[in-house]
């Protein structure tokens, strides 16, 4: 699925070995792009936490910041169990996708390698459901992507 949508298991591979985190160039704006995701999440059955218009709260404080939100959601039957296996794991939980416009105005996805996170929280017991995890993040980025 991947590969069909321009993101190869090779550039998420090497993001991961780098610092753990994916970042993608969506197709559409940033507020396109957010509601995409939004919807994707809902479509998928999955709980939609906040939408943080860190934008909007950057430039309330006088702070000149490019349009930038962060997605939460998850699943808590699924997130939970990374929880169980390591508590500290909960820094990571629920997802997060950061959507931001970048310096040329094009919009980009970033979140976090879920095989690096289970590394950062020394998790070896979860792989299935790791895997879960990735496919899920990849279904909802999948409608965005370039």
């Known amino acids: 699925m991947s590969d069909a949508l321009g993101v190869t298991s090779?550039?998420?591979a090497q993001a991961a070995k780098r610092d753990g985190v994916v970042t993608l160039k969506s197709r559409y704006s940033v507020s396109e792009t957010v509601r995409r995701i939004k919807a994707a999440v809902v479509e998928n059955g999955i709980m939609l936490f906040d939408d943080i218009d860190q934008?909007?709260?950057g430039n309330a404080a006088g702070?000149?910041?490019r349009p930038s939100h962060l997605i939460l959601f998850g699943n808590p039957a699924l997130g939970?169990?990374?929880i169980t296996a390591n508590p500290s794991s909960g820094l990571?939980?629920?997802v997060r996708v950061l959507v931001y416009q970048t310096k040329d105005g094009s919009a980009?996805?970033?979140y976090n390698d879920f095989d690096w996170i289970a590394r950062r929280h020394g998790i070896s017991n979860r792989e299935e459901e790791f895997k879960m995890a990735t496919e899920v993040i990849e279904s909802v980025?999948?409608?965005v992507r370039q």
Request: charged fraction near 15%; hydrophobic fraction near 45%; glycine fraction near 0%.
């Open 108 to 110: 980009n996805v970033a």
């Open 80 to 82: 939970t169990t990374f």
């Open 141 to 143: 980025t999948s409608s």
């Open 63 to 65: 702070n000149k910041v």
């Open 92 to 94: 990571d939980w629920p």
């Open 10 to 12: 090779a550039s998420v």
């Open 55 to 57: 934008a909007k709260l």
